[in-house]
C-alpha cells in the first residue's frame, strides 16, 4: 500500500504523530525535509484523517472496519441488557404487612352466643295405613310402608312387575295328585275356611327381612277338600305371573303354612300380593310365592321353581 503525505503545519499534527507512535505498534513516522509526515499502514491514515478532520469520511472508516465496530455495538447492547436485569433483580421485594394480632374482647364487648346444640335428626315414622297395627303381643312389626319401600328397591321379588288381578275372575286351582279338582274363589277362601295369625319374618337373600302379623287359612285345610293321593310328597306353586316354587308336602302341614289375605290388619293390595302370599316361615322369601293361582299336589320331590332352577337352593332353610 503507497504512503501518503503531509505537511506538519501546527503542534496538533506532532502531538498525533508522537500518540500514534507510542501507543500503537508497527507503526513508522517518517518526516521529510519539506516538513510532512508519512503513515505506512492504512489504520494509521485513517485514524489520523479522522483525529484532524472529525466531519471527513467518518463512514468511510466505519465501513473498512465494521467487524470491529459490531462487536463493539453488541457488547454495549449485553452490557447495557445486564445493567436493566440486575437492576430488576435487585429491587427489594415489597415487605407484606403484618396483620393485627387479634385483640381480647373486653367485658364491655357484645360476644356471640353460644350455640344451643340440638338432638339429632330422627328418622321419620313411616305413614300407617288406616286400622294397620304395630305391634302384636309385645312384638314390633315392620310397617307395610316399609315393607313396600324393601319391594320397591329389589323389583326383582316379582319376576314380571306387580299383578292387577281381577277379584271377579279369580280363581285358586287345587289339582293334580288330588280325589278331585278344586277351584276356590277368593270369596271361598277368605269366608269359608277358619283364619289363623301368626307373626313370621320375610327374609330375603337381598339382605332385607320383615317382621309381619300375618293373617290367612291353612293350605291344608284347603286340600282337604280336594283330597290328597298317598303318594304325594311335593306341593308346586304356580302364580299369576308365570313364577313357581315347591316345598314338601309334611313341610306345609306340620308348619302350618298359611295362605295370607292380611298383613298387620290390613287386606293385601296388587303390590303386597293380592289375593294371596303364602306365609313360609324359616324359609328365603324366594319360596313366599305372591298372586297364587294353581297349587299341584305332585310326588315330583326334584321340581326346581322359577329360582330354583337358576341355582337357587330347593331347601331354603333360613339359618340361625
Same mark, same amino acid.
Given at each position: 500500500?503507497?504512503?501518503?503525505?503531509?505537511?506538519?503545519?501546527?503542534?496538533?499534527?506532532?502531538?498525533?504523530?508522537?500518540?500514534?507512535?507510542?501507543?500503537?505498534?508497527?507503526?513508522?513516522?517518517?518526516?521529510?525535509?519539506?516538513?510532512?509526515?508519512?503513515?505506512?499502514?492504512?489504520?494509521?491514515?485513517?485514524?489520523?484523517? @479522522?483525529?484532524?478532520?472529525?466531519?471527513?469520511?467518518?463512514?468511510?472508516?466505519?465501513?473498512?472496519?465494521?467487524?470491529?465496530?459490531?462487536?463493539?455495538?453488541?457488547?454495549?447492547?449485553?452490557?447495557?441488557?445486564?445493567?436493566?436485569?440486575?437492576?430488576?433483580?435487585?429491587?427489594?421485594?415489597?415487605?407484606?404487612?403484618?396483620?393485627?394480632?387479634?385483640?381480647?374482647?373486653?367485658?364491655?364487648?357484645?360476644?356471640?352466643?353460644?350455640?344451643?346444640?340440638?338432638?339429632?335428626?330422627?328418622?321419620?315414622?313411616?305413614?300407617?295405613?288406616?286400622?294397620?297395627?304395630?305391634?302384636?303381643?309385645?312384638?314390633?312389626?315392620?310397617?307395610?310402608?316399609?315393607?313396600?319401600?324393601?319391594?320397591?328397591?329389589?323389583?326383582?321379588?316379582?319376576?314380571?312387575?306387580?299383578?292387577?288381578?281381577?277379584?271377579?275372575?279369580?280363581?285358586?286351582?287345587?289339582?293334580?295328585?288330588?280325589?278331585?279338582?278344586?277351584?276356590?274363589?277368593?270369596?271361598?277362601?277368605?269366608?269359608?275356611?277358619?283364619?289363623?295369625?301368626?307373626?313370621?319374618?320375610?327374609?330375603?337373600?337381598?339382605?332385607?327381612?320383615?317382621?309381619?302379623?300375618?293373617?290367612?287359612?291353612?293350605?291344608?285345610?284347603?286340600?282337604?277338600?280336594?283330597?290328597?293321593?298317598?303318594?304325594?310328597?311335593?306341593?308346586?306353586?304356580?302364580?299369576?305371573?308365570?313364577?313357581?316354587?315347591?316345598?314338601?308336602?309334611?313341610?306345609?302341614?306340620?308348619?302350618?303354612?298359611?295362605?295370607?289375605?292380611?298383613?298387620?290388619?290390613?287386606?293385601?293390595?296388587?303390590?303386597?300380593?293380592?289375593?294371596?302370599?303364602?306365609?313360609?316361615?324359616?324359609?328365603?322369601?324366594?319360596?313366599?310365592?305372591?298372586?297364587?293361582?294353581?297349587?299341584?299336589?305332585?310326588?315330583?320331590?326334584?321340581?326346581?321353581?322359577?329360582?330354583?332352577?337358576?341355582? @337357587?337352593?330347593?331347601?331354603?332353610?333360613?339359618?340361625?
Amino acid at each position: 500500500m503507497g504512503s501518503v503525505a503531509f505537511s506538519k503545519k501546527n503542534n496538533t499534527s506532532s502531538r498525533v504523530d508522537s500518540h500514534l507512535q507510542q501507543n500503537i505498534p508497527g507503526i513508522t513516522i517518517e518526516k521529510s525535509e519539506e516538513g510532512k509526515t508519512e503513515c505506512q499502514t492504512s489504520l494509521r491514515r485513517d485514524i489520523y484523517k @479522522y483525529t484532524k478532520y472529525p466531519h471527513i469520511n467518518v463512514m468511510q472508516v466505519l465501513k473498512r472496519h465494521k467487524k470491529i465496530v459490531l462487536i463493539a455495538v453488541l457488547l454495549v447492547v449485553i452490557l447495557t441488557v445486564s445493567l436493566i436485569i440486575v437492576q430488576k433483580t435487585s429491587k427489594p421485594s415489597p415487605t407484606p404487612t403484618p396483620s393485627p394480632a387479634p385483640t381480647t374482647p373486653t367485658p364491655t364487648e357484645t360476644t356471640s352466643p353460644i350455640p344451643t346444640p340440638t338432638a339429632p335428626s330422627q328418622t321419620p315414622t313411616p305413614s300407617l295405613y288406616p286400622g294397620e297395627v304395630t305391634q302384636y303381643q309385645g312384638q314390633s312389626l315392620t310397617p307395610i310402608s316399609t315393607f313396600i319401600e324393601d319391594l320397591v328397591q329389589h323389583p326383582d321379588v316379582a319376576i314380571a312387575g306387580t299383578q292387577h288381578i281381577t277379584q271377579a275372575t279369580y280363581r285358586l286351582t287345587i289339582n293334580g295328585l288330588v280325589n278331585q279338582t278344586v277351584e276356590y274363589t277368593y270369596d271361598d277362601v277368605v269366608n269359608n275356611f277358619q283364619s289363623i295369625q301368626k307373626v313370621a319374618t320375610l327374609t330375603c337373600v337381598e339382605r332385607w327381612n320383615a317382621t309381619i302379623l300375618w293373617e290367612g287359612v291353612p293350605v291344608n285345610d284347603l286340600l282337604q277338600e280336594a283330597g290328597v293321593n298317598p303318594n304325594a310328597t311335593t306341593l308346586i306353586f304356580y302364580a299369576y305371573d308365570g313364577y313357581s316354587t315347591a316345598l314338601p308336602l309334611d313341610y306345609v302341614v306340620q308348619n302350618n303354612i298359611i295362605l295370607a289375605y292380611k298383613m298387620n290388619n290390613v287386606t293385601l293390595t296388587p303390590q303386597t300380593g293380592w289375593p294371596f302370599i303364602l306365609v313360609v316361615q324359616n324359609q328365603y322369601g324366594y319360596k313366599w310365592i305372591m298372586w297364587p293361582i294353581v297349587i299341584n299336589v305332585s310326588d315330583d320331590s326334584s321340581y326346581l321353581g322359577y329360582w330354583e332352577s337358576q341355582g @337357587y337352593p330347593n331347601n331354603a332353610t333360613v339359618l340361625p
